[in-house]
T-cell receptor
Framework: DAGVTQSPTHLIKTRGQHVTLRCSPI?????VSWYQQVLGQGPQFIFQ???????GRGNFPDRFSARQFPNYSSELNVNALLLGDSALYLC????????????FGPGTRLTVT | GQQLNQSPQSMFIQEGEDVSMNCTSS?????WLWYKQDPGEGPVLLIA?????ELTSNGRLTAQFGITRKDSFLNISASIPSDVGIYFC?????????????FGKGTKLTVNP
């Protein structure tokens, strides 16, 4: 079975630009979460979506937005990119229910110059 | 906000040695997870713990959920070169709201053959 897939793998953008990252969850998983991992740190929670509804939001500015589609895939959008947005963006999917284990994709490496 | 203190930050060991790392929190979690991350990859789930006091093994890996629900440890026995990587602990509230994971900063493991 395919795991969580993310696209693109790598991306280079300029300050002020906009970026869209994509994620497809494991088949049967209805929840998708997004995390930002800066070099040398653990992942930090950005958003969680379940059944196309936002279920949680981390401490990130409004420049960050996301959505989930009927097929449970998801997009993360970041506007007005800053140098500090350079990071590995991870998508994780999980089944429904409390305490569901999250499985991560390989991530998208975003570099902002 | 919630923080996880993971220690040690790095370890340099000889092949065949046992390894122990731990994670403590100022908050109570209902689920503890341990992940391993290789360079350029997303974290891979190793062990999930759901009950205070629970001790769970996965091959050479053993993890325990602390009785206070504020800590967890991971042991690796008879280390091998492929154990090299960064190990992250993560806590999850799992109370029906956001299922977000709170991560530690990681323990970087180096195994000398």
């Amino acid at each position: 079975d395919a795991g969580v897939t993310q696209s693109p793998t790598h991306l280079i953008k300029t300050r002020g630009q906009h970026v869209t990252l994509r994620c497809s969850p494991i088949s049967g998983h209805k929840s998708v979460s997004w995390y930002q991992q800066v070099l040398g740190q653990g992942p930090q929670f950005i958003f969680q979506y379940y059944e196309k509804e936002e279920r949680g939001r981390g401490n990130f500015p409004d420049r960050f937005s996301a959505r989930q589609f009927p097929n449970y895939s998801s997009e993360l959008n970041v506007n007005a990119l800053l140098l500090g947005d350079s990071a590995l963006y991870l998508c994780a999917s999980s089944l429904v229910g409390t305490g569901a284990m999250e499985y991560f994709g390989p991530g998208t490496r975003l570099t902002v110059t | 906000g919630q923080q996880l203190n993971q220690s040690p930050q790095s370890m340099f060991i000889q092949e065949g040695e046992d390894v122990s790392m731990n994670c403590t929190s100022s908050s109570i979690f209902n689920t503890w997870l341990w992940y391993k991350q290789d360079p350029g990859e997303g974290p891979v789930l190793l062990i999930a713990l759901y009950k205070a006091g629970e001790l769970t093994s996965n091959g050479r890996l053993t993890a325990q959920f602390g009785i206070t629900r504020k800590d967890s440890f991971l042991n690796i026995s008879a280390s091998i070169p492929s154990d090299v990587g960064i190990y992250f602990c993560a806590g999850q509230l799992g109370q029906g709201g956001s299922e977000k994971l709170v991560f530690g900063k990681g323990t970087k493991l180096t195994v000398n053959p």
